[in-house]
């Protein structure tokens, strides 16, 4: 019977000299070795290790895999396997729904080079907010770390918005954000977050190398509003999504859509 130095058993099923020791350790093969201490592998040793990779190709854990083999039976197997195919199949649900937060985000980067610097009237939908501010991280009780996460996971849907009252001339607040209908397809729960309703707005799409939460910036754009006819709810929140960020040399620039509430 033909026996495979370490290196040679290495190359011929795409594993590393290390990953096999490991194995070794864990008792998953147990190799044969030379009075110098030499490991040789044999055609046995390379059906076990095929099998081996059979599991992991399937995602299961080498402890997993390393205590069926030195344990297990075709009955934990089975039940093992019932179990990972339905976690796959929750990681390919969850992998659908990330493609298409992905494919979404796209659309909407497709959409804002479009209408970038012009303003187009719309209904912008209910949005909901993370009540904690980004300026708060530090001080979250555990419950609100916890819906914070979900709201990151959720990412692309989810967005960084910030909240700007003209009337108040102060500082924007930086939230999480999200639409209903986002939330859903995430299974994020809305409870005791900050909704701010539907209403008719002018969208701006917008890209600027100064701040863009300064209040004056935000005070010209709303100028730029009013001189086009509109007649601003300067009682109401303008709101601000943060879409992305580019370099044109040595200078950055943030791209923002701004949603501007209209009487």
């Not at 979250?140 to 692309?156: G, I, S, V």
């Not at 601003?232 to 200078?251: F, I, N, T, Y």
């Amino acid at each position: 019977m033909r026996r495979y130095k370490i290196g040679e058993m290495a190359k011929l099923l795409g594993l590393t000299t290390q990953a096999l020791r490991f194995y070794e350790q864990e008792g998953i093969i147990v190799p044969q070795k030379s009075e110098n201490g030499t490991r040789y592998f044999t055609e046995p040793d390379i059906v076990r290790l095929m099998a081996f990779k059979r599991f992991r190709l399937m995602n299961f854990t080498v402890q997993d895999v390393a205590e069926h083999f030195k344990k297990g039976n075709t009955d934990s197997l089975i039940e093992k396997m019932s179990m990972r195919r339905e976690q796959l199949i929750e990681q390919s649900q969850a992998l659908l729904r990330r493609a298409q937060a992905v494919e979404n985000f796209e659309k909407m980067l497709r959409i804002a080079k479009v209408r970038e610097n012009t303003l187009t009237c719309m209904e912008r939908p209910d949005i909901y907010m993370h009540p904690c501010t980004l300026a708060e991280l530090d001080r979250m009780e555990d419950a609100q770390r916890e819906t914070f996460e979900k709201f990151m996971e959720a990412m692309p849907d989810a967005h960084i918005c910030f909240v700007y009252t003209p009337r108040e001339k102060t500082m924007p607040k930086f939230h999480f954000a999200i639409t209903e209908r986002d939330a859903g397809a995430w299974g994020l729960s809305l409870e005791n977050t900050l909704c701010f309703a539907g209403r008719k707005c002018v969208q701006l799409i917008v890209r600027t190398d100064a701040k863009l939460w300064r209040p004056e910036y935000l005070d010209e754009q709303i100028a730029r509003v009013k001189a086009a006819g509109y007649t601003v709810d300067c009682e109401d929140a303008v709101l601000a999504q943060q879409l992305a960020s580019e370099m044109e040399g040595k200078k950055g620039y943030l791209i923002a859509a701004l949603y501007i509430p209209i009487k």
